[in-house]
């Protein structure tokens, strides 16, 4: 492209030299024009007496120092405007090819191998679902009965229900007793796998201690179906004939029942 663009210059530049020296003729100009071709140099003075001591050296007139003087002055234009143009073309050859051409688009990669797949358990709880429920008594002495109940949504048929219980309780009498404390859902007690309890004895052969204790106890309850689960906290007797004891639940201090829906289980 620069080379193109560099012959064109001379073609253009070569025509007005061309033309230029081929309109006037030296012979019929008037002595009065050298003075305006003199004025083309810095010097006019200088560059004249230079080429009058040449045309005494080669015995030539003022008409012949006139003609060398503007062939002079039409080559110094040339080498100018020849000089001028190149720079003006290479330069904007230059900013052109400095851009580049854009090369071809490369190669596609092979495909990557196949990532694991990692598959959510289908018991996954979307998200976070529980639920307590907090009362406060100042003695609750029933030795046999239904304690507190908690309804609770459950969102899917396959996840476990967790449950909790906080709160005080106390066992007296004389001699050997026992009781204990147990959740059932929907009327029954968990069993999947078992139950979820707490048993509390005491034995004290002499005498009656009132020993009143914050105590707590928690489990895993499954295959409770999906939609409202009634959360039961009841108190009862101990298996294997123990005596019914004096039963006490809550002494002065806050009790709660908590759930949470949670995944199922690892096989």
């Known amino acids: 492209m620069a080379q193109f663009m560099y012959f064109a210059a001379l073609i253009m530049l070569s025509g007005t030299r061309d033309s230029a020296e081929t309109t006037t003729n030296p012979q019929q100009q008037n002595t009065g024009d050298t003075k305006d071709v003199y004025q083309v140099f810095q010097d006019p003075m200088a560059c004249r007496e230079c080429l009058a001591s040449q045309g005494r050296k080669d015995h030539m007139g003022e008409m012949e120092l006139k003609d060398r003087l503007v062939t002079r002055v039409r ?53 976070t679902n529980w639920k307590q429920c907090v009362w406060k008594n100042l003695n609750d002495d ?22 909790a219980f906080q709160g005080n309780m106390r066992v007296s009498g004389s001699s050997s007793k026992c009781n204990r404390w147990f959740f059932k859902f929907n009327g029954n007690e968990c069993s999947g796998p078992m139950t979820i309890e707490a048993v ?28 409202t689960v009634r959360v039961e906290l009841w108190v009862g007797s101990c298996p294997s004939g123990h005596t019914l004891g004096d039963a006490y639940t809550g002494w002065h201090s806050v009790s709660r029942i908590m759930i949470e829906e949670v995944s199922g289980p690892q096989p």
């Not at 330069?91 to 495909?111: N, P, Y």
């Not at 109940?149 to 967790?162: E, G, H, M, V």
């Not at 509390?200 to 999906?226: A, D, M």
Request: aromatic share 6%.
């Open 75 to 127: 080559k110094e234009c040339w080498d100018k405007g020849v000089r001028k143009a190149m720079k003006g073309l290479v330069g904007r050859a230059d900013s052109q090819e400095t851009r580049g051409v854009s090369g071809d688009q490369g190669i596609k990669g092979d495909k990557g191998e196949k990532g694991e797949s990692v598959t959510s358990p289908s018991s996954a709880v979307p998200q």
């Open 200 to 227: 509390v004895y005491n034995y004290w052969p002499s005498g009656s201690p009132g020993l009143l204790h914050h105590r707590s106890f928690e489990g895993y309850c499954e295959n409770i179906p999906q939609g």
């Open 142 to 163: 029933r030795d046999s009965s239904k304690i507190k109940d908690c309804s609770f949504n459950k969102l899917q048929s396959d996840t476990a229900i967790k449950v």
